[in-house]
């Protein structure tokens, strides 16, 4: 990854910009978070507190909002490297996880306090790398820094695990904290300085709809909070042009110049805007239309059905519950199973392989794939 920038925007940035110091860690604050004279005095004393949950963009972004914390600085530990570049650790090269210290106001906020809003943030379950990410070096973990802390992340643990939210085991570990290498500064408050290209990554990392999922029954955290639509632009910025034509502007792709028009794989199709779950490739069949088609949507209220008048004819519009995409039609001359023939665009869908399920935050839905189904 490479940022090229001209000298002038090198002098604005470092005028914004002050250095501070974590723990004897020289870094920057972040533009947009705290600027010199915006910071509130301490009430306690200033504690740390690391976590290690996947890609440290979207754990930085996540905790910077909690109150009582002072500072997040994302980059890497646990590995015997020094000084290692994300590029190695990217590839498992170094030993390290992508993690975050967290600098925060004792007298504000508590360790605990912080540990549950971590465990809320990523999937505590998946020890083989977190979402879209994969490996070690993006597996979760917590690193304490006393036996205090030890004890209260060995306490949560045991409490979550006895909740039952989780149908996996927990599989985050509790490891005492080694040497912090702070990130690359481009990596720094990436989710303010290249916001279209956080949102993006974030969106298709399947990190929120897991959130929303084993969360939906209590208040959201972070980005996953109840879904609240991007403005226009935002989602112009995200979506491919078609996807935005057709969910934003009720446009219609070409027949069979679509990706799922004749695709055939096991799993399910969430609205490419707010990944909500849709339509099951079990009820997916061949229209011969050249749009991929199916007989029902995995819930009903998933979908929302609009008369349609535009083009001469009356049709009946079907649009996502949550979104309000525009996804297609509905007519009644499916197959005899409901009599339904959902014609939807390839554009306004993205597609979960069964085996995917699990890691993207959408397991209820295995269900759907027993044998005797």
């Known amino acids: 990854m490479k940022i090229s920038i001209t000298v002038m925007a090198v002098v604005a940035f470092a005028l914004v910009l002050a250095a501070v110091t974590v723990d004897g860690t020289k870094r920057k604050q972040k533009e947009g978070v705290m600027k010199p004279g915006d910071e509130k005095p301490l ?7 690391t976590f290690a949950g996947g890609c440290f963009w979207c754990v930085e ?10 500072s997040v600085v994302s980059g890497y530990t646990g590995g015997k490297e020094e000084n290692p570049r994300y590029e190695d650790v990217a590839r498992g090269l170094t030993g390290h996880r992508e993690s975050v210290q967290v600098t925060y ?6 360790y605990e306090t912080l540990l549950e809003l971590f465990f809320r943030i990523m999937d505590p379950t998946d020890r ?11 597996s979760p973990a917590v690193f304490t820094h006393n036996e205090k802390q030890k004890e209260a992340a060995e306490r949560f643990l045991k409490k979550l695990a006895a909740s039952g939210r989780f149908k996996k085991p927990l599989a985050t570990e509790i490891l005492p904290a080694t040497v912090f290498y702070p990130a690359e500064e481009y990596h720094q408050g990436f989710f303010l300085k290249n916001p279209e290209h956080y949102k993006r990554y974030r969106t298709g990392s399947g990190r929120d709809a897991f959130i929303d999922t084993m969360w939906s029954d209590e208040p959201g955290q972070g980005d ?6 991007p403005e226009a632009s935002v989602l112009k910025s995200v979506l491919s042009p078609m996807a935005f034509h057709v969910t934003q502007e009720n446009g219609t792709e070409p027949p069979f110049q679509n990706e799922y028009w004749n695709f055939k794989e096991e799993g399910i199709y969430v609205d490419v805007v707010s990944g909500e779950p849709l339509f099951s490739s079990r009820d997916k069949f061949d229209s011969k239309t050249g749009w991929p088609s199916f007989i029902r949507p995995i819930e009903k209220d998933r979908v929302v059905e609009k008369k349609d008048r535009s083009h001469f004819m009356v049709r009946t519009e079907v649009r996502s519950a949550r979104s309000d995409s525009h996804l297609g039609h509905v007519f009644d001359d499916g197959p005899a199973e409901t009599g339904l023939r959902y014609c939807i665009n390839s554009a306004a ?25």
């Not at 083989?128 to 993006?138: E, K, P, W």
């Open 43 to 49: 009430i306690g004393q200033k504690e740390l507190a």
């Open 61 to 70: 972004a996540d905790l910077e909002k909690a109150e009582g914390v002072l």
């Open 105 to 110: 106001d004792n007298g504000r906020t508590s």
């Open 128 to 138: 083989g790398g977190q979402f879209v990410d994969r490996g070690f070096q993006y």
């Open 224 to 229: 996953a909070k109840a879904f609240s639509k």
């Open 349 to 373: 869908l993205r597609f979960i392989p069964k085996d995917r399920l699990v890691d993207e935050g959408y397991g209820a839905y295995l269900e759907l794939f027993r044998q005797d189904k």
